[in-house]
């Protein structure tokens, strides 16, 4: 993943903390903060396909560019390049499987096949089978927000991984190319030395 990706995809989640961390560590849940948090996600949910399109290609450039890394494989990419393409993937199955279906809830509540496949902390009687639907309760509609949020958050962290992975193979390749340059200029050292010694002899 690029620095311009990872970018991107910090920015996004920068903008989703606002609502999320008053859900998630601000102690009590209020009502206002819960609506104000369902209101971004549907308005995001329910954006121009062009924003979506713009969401997932930022997250496919930067699968695509792990695994273009991981293709020319190096030493390097066992300890930085293989950590990153797994924390990168986590990070997609956490939004793909849990993120998405939890926006869904939100954006339709009143359908029992969305509702079954969200999330959250259901009521016991959701348990049963054959129970007879209810719409989404306020402790169940805040408990789907959270854990958006809280799903926000670790990708959050699995998405800062990887640009430390990043940041540490740059460093590393870094340090490897002055130690090279340093025996490059050694050896051409110990060339002229040796040359001079010989015309000397001359």
């Given at each position: 993943m690029g620095f311009r990706t990872g970018f991107v995809l910090a920015s996004l989640l920068y903008i989703t903390s606002s609502y999320d961390y008053p859900?998630?560590?601000?102690?009590?849940?209020?009502?206002?903060?819960?609506?104000?948090?369902?209101?971004?996600y549907l308005s995001m949910y329910n954006a121009p396909l062009s924003v979506s399109v713009l969401i997932h290609t930022v997250f496919s450039i930067g699968l695509?560019?792990?695994?273009?890394?991981?293709?020319?494989?190096?030493?390097?990419?066992?300890?930085?390049?293989?950590?990153?393409?797994?924390?990168y993937f986590g990070s997609l199955l956490m939004y793909v499987a849990v993120s998405i279906?939890?926006?869904?809830?939100?954006?339709?509540?009143?359908?029992?096949?969305i509702v079954h496949r969200a999330v959250f902390d259901a009521a016991s009687y959701r348990r049963v089978e054959n129970y007879n639907?209810?719409?989404l309760s306020f402790q169940e509609t805040a408990s789907v927000v959270q854990v958006i949020g809280a799903t926000n958050v670790i990708i959050t962290a699995m998405l800062a991984g990887v640009l430390l992975m990043q940041l540490g193979e740059w460093y590393s390749i870094r340090l490897d190319r002055i130690a090279e340059n340093k025996q490059r200029q050694e050896s051409i050292a110990k060339l002229g030395a040796h040359r001079n010694d010989d015309k000397k002899v001359d």
């Open positions: 859900l998630l560590f601000h102690g009590q849940v209020s009502e206002t903060d819960v609506n104000k948090a369902i209101s971004f695509i560019g792990i695994v273009s890394k991981l293709v020319r494989w190096s030493e390097n990419d066992k300890y930085f390049g293989t950590p990153s393409l797994l924390l279906p939890n926006l869904r809830v939100l954006a339709r509540p009143d359908e029992p096949s639907f209810q719409p």
